[in-house]
């Protein structure tokens, strides 16, 4: 339903006008355009401080956590538990109290597990498809804190990165879905990590994107970047791309 979704809001094609069969000639002394510069602008992600949500006394509802078992899991169990969330391991558990989905495929190193994990938390949600107008959904990933974007060292699977697209999509076709990336660094513990993810998904903060990096939760923006940039390294291609 995305492309659809996106072709409906963007609206039908319009015909080229016709030209003007008196349309009067520019005259030769009217001030010329200003030339057009041959370079594009050029703009770079930058990462600001934000302020992070607080995690809440009591979360009252259900909560679906998608991914494979792990110790992530164990602690996300045990914190929503704590506060009083129904945790529940499959959409097929799930009833009318529903209110948050934390997927954790995104913390996976193995790229096939995580592929396999991505396309079930893809099921999980098709499931949902009639309740996820009110549902608030983060997904894990541990790409360093910024995505990626510094070149930090990192474990995961880029399979990770996934999930920001189909949220994307998601946003456009359900209005009433709050959904959010969320990035941690490479050693953050899995306590942290529960924590931060409870605080996030329970947050009717429309970021779509959260990344945390030395204890101070980040986001991300597009700023002009400095005219003498320099350019990036000559990338040799591994395998076959698709650039969109």
Do not use: H
Request: glycine residues 6%; contains cysteine; negative net charge.
């Amino acid at each position: 339903r995305s492309l659809q979704a996106i072709l409906d809001l963007v609206g039908p094609a319009q015909p080229a006008a016709a030209p003007l069969a008196d349309a009067s000639p520019v005259s030769a002394s009217a001030s010329p355009s200003p030339a057009s510069s041959d370079q594009a602008p050029v703009y770079a992600m930058a990462a600001v401080p934000t302020t992070a949500p607080a995690l809440p006394d009591r979360l009252d509802g259900q909560l679906l956590i998608t991914g494979p078992d792990s110790d992530l899991v164990v602690a996300l169990t045990e914190a929503a538990g704590a506060r009083g969330a129904a945790v529940i391991r499959s959409a097929e558990s799930a009833n009318q109290q529903l209110r948050w989905v934390v997927d954790t495929t995104g913390c996976l190193a193995d790229d096939t597990a995580a592929t396999d994990a991505f396309f079930g938390f893809v099921d999980e949600l098709r499931r949902l498809e009639s309740q996820l107008n009110g549902l608030q959904i983060v997904s894990l990933s541990q790409f360093g804190g910024q995505f990626g974007r510094t070149a930090e060292a990192t474990s995961v699977s880029s399979v990770a990165g996934a999930a920001n697209g189909l949220f994307n999509c998601l946003r456009k076709e359900y209005t009433g879905l709050i959904a959010r990336a969320v990035d941690f660094e490479a050693n953050a513990t899995t306590e942290a990590m529960a924590s931060r993810a409870l605080a996030e998904v329970a947050s009717r903060d429309p970021a779509f994107e959260a990344g945390y990096q030395a204890g101070e939760r980040l986001d991300f923006g597009t700023l002009p970047a400095p005219d003498d940039i320099e350019p990036s390294a000559a990338v040799e291609p591994a395998a076959d791309w698709v650039t969109v």
